[in-house]
């Protein structure tokens, strides 16, 4: 079965670039989603189809998907950024999700 | 804005099916979207569990497959999970989601989620 890899956990001072990678065979090949989870809360997307932001996701979020790993970054990373990050993708038969990354912001 | 709305028991008996049931609104699910299921035990990662069409298609998490059904109502525009002979392993927040078509295959709108334990 097709498996997506993160990263357990990121840390970057405030104000810094945080970069989520995302691995898996040949995802590159495939579109590549994000999404932001807060604590108690319902996952947000925030960037789909590789690097395209949702309306109302700041610029600071970007993304990126090439050969095996697809990347997401935070430029100018705020303190509200603090989440778990998930990358999805499908595989061609079903939706597979990464393990999730606790991005911590101190 | 299309919202959702789980709905469902949150204590489920030991081999006993759990049923859900979202509830959209502002979005008819008859349109040309998909419509899934996620789930997330505690203080774990996100599962897949399947997502549904209205014109009959129907995909499955292989790992859930064998006890998981999702059916849509067009005519109360709501879409319901069960998923049979339940284990504690099956405790978790459950969350309905619409989803684009593959392959693009984005889960762009969420509920809020329903914690379902299962216990006797």
């Known amino acids: 079965s097709y498996e997506l890899t993160q990263p357990p956990s990121v840390s970057v001072s405030p104000g810094q670039t945080a970069t989520i990678t995302c691995s898996g065979d040949?995802?590159?090949?495939?579109?590549a989603c994000w999404y932001q989870q807060k604590a108690g809360q319902s996952p947000v997307l925030v960037i789909y189809q590789d690097f395209n932001r949702p309306s109302g996701i700041p610029e600071r979020f970007s993304g990126s998907n090439s050969g095996n790993t697809a990347t997401l970054t935070i430029g100018g990373t705020q303190p509200m950024d603090e989440a778990d990050y998930f990358c999805q993708a499908w595989d061609g038969s079903t939706v597979v999700f990464g393990g999730g990354t606790k991005l911590t912001v101190l | 804005q299309l919202q959702l709305q789980e709905s469902g028991p949150g204590l489920v008996k030991p081999s006993e099916t759990l049923s859900l049931t979202c509830s959209v609104t502002d979005y008819s699910i008859s349109s040309d979207y998909y419509w899934g299921w996620i789930r997330q035990p505690p203080g774990k990662g996100l599962e897949w569990i399947g997502s549904?069409?209205?014109?009959?298609?129907?995909v499955y998490n292989p790992s859930l497959q064998s006890r998981a059904t999702i059916s849509m109502d067009t005519s109360k525009n709501q879409f319901s999970l069960n998923l049979m002979s339940v284990t504690a392993a099956d405790t978790a927040v459950y969350f309905c989601?619409?989803?684009?078509?593959?392959?693009?295959?984005?889960?762009?709108?969420w509920g809020q989620g329903a914690l379902v334990t299962v216990s006797s």
């Open positions: 549904v069409h209205h014109g009959g298609n129907t």
């Open positions: 040949n995802l590159g090949d495939k579109f």
């Open positions: 989601a619409s989803v684009s078509p593959p392959p693009t295959t984005i889960f762009d709108y």
